[in-house]
């Protein structure tokens, strides 16, 4: 898929990887650009810098989700890509309250379930659509220093797997985006971006070339760090060497 002439909408548009999505496929030539966030303020600033349409929206809330879908679709036309992007990290295993568990499950997994639930009968019955999915290497992976994110990210990465074997002989394409350590608001403050940076940070603009290039070739899963298919290959191989792998880095850096 070219973005070109497309309507595309971003959640989390406001920051970070969303950001640089959002001004890039402006850049490319999106009919419409769309950039939700729950920071009205900065979802307005970004759309305002591209041409876009700036919504506040929590992707958490299906109101939310299902006003933001309609509104573009009356104001813009019919969504040919729904990026869901917007998450959040909270750091912790089990002690973590379960609040803040519900809190992440809701943002780094509902959204994209309730997303879907709203655009997906729309994209099936005008024969098709495409949804970008934001994960992370740590739903491949895992996370150190935080099970609440390994765990989300990972249902995140089943769901959109689940969604392509389901609609994707029926028009729709699900990609799913699972980077390690991007330079955002997210990593700031964590030095070199902490365990996700081993194999160095990102800036977000790269990340967004590697989900154009992603959406062109139509590619399930978008590596913007080309050594996560190798890990991911190593785990595949070797489940237990993979783990003392890993234990490894725990001690490093957990
Ligand atoms: N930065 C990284 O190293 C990294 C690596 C892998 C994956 N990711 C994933 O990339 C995505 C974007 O993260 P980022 O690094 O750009 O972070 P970021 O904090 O810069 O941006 C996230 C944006 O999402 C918005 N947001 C959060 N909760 C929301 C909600 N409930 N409703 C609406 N908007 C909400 C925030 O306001 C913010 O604008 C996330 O899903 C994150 O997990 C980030």
Redesign the pocket.
């Known amino acids: 898929m070219q973005v070109r002439d497309r309507v595309c909408v971003v ?2 548009g ?5 950001r640089a999505l959002a001004r890039r496929f402006a850049a490319d030539g999106a009919r419409a650009v769309v950039v ?4 009205a303020k ?1 979802a307005e600033a970004v759309a305002g810098s591209v041409g876009g349409v700036g919504m506040q ?4 809330r299906e109101d939310d989700i299902r006003r933001v879908i309609d509104d573009v679709e009356t104001r813009c036309g019919p969504i040919d890509l729904f990026c869901s ?5 909270v750091v912790g295993g089990p002690e973590v309250p379960n609040d803040d568990w519900q809190r992440i499950w809701d ?2 997994v509902m959204a994209h379930v309730l997303a879907a639930r709203h655009l997906v009968p729309r994209m099936l019955a005008r024969g098709g659509g495409y949804l970008l999915q ?1 994960a ?2 740590a739903g491949l992976l895992s996370q150190v220093g935080s099970a609440p994110y390994a765990v989300t990210k990972h249902a995140a990465v089943a769901f959109a797997e689940w969604l392509a074997i389901t609609y994707g002989d029926r028009g729709l394409t699900v990609s799913v985006l699972c ?4 330079r ?4 700031d403050g964590i030095p070199g ?1 902490g365990v ?1 940076g081993i194999d160095g940070m990102l800036e ?1 603009d790269l990340v967004a070339d590697a989900v154009i290039e992603g959406l062109a070739a139509e590619r399930f899963l978008i590596l913007p760090h080309p050594e996560v298919a190798e890990y991911v290959r190593r785990k595949g191989e070797d489940v237990e060497r993979w783990l003392r792998g890993m234990r490894r880095l725990q001690a490093r850096f957990g």
């Open positions: 959640t989390g406001a920051s970070g990887i969303g939700v966030d729950r920071d900065g929206a929590d992707v958490a992007n917007a998450g959040i990290l943002i780094n934001t992370s290497a980077p390690q350590a991007v955002t608001a997210m990593t971006g996700a977000p």
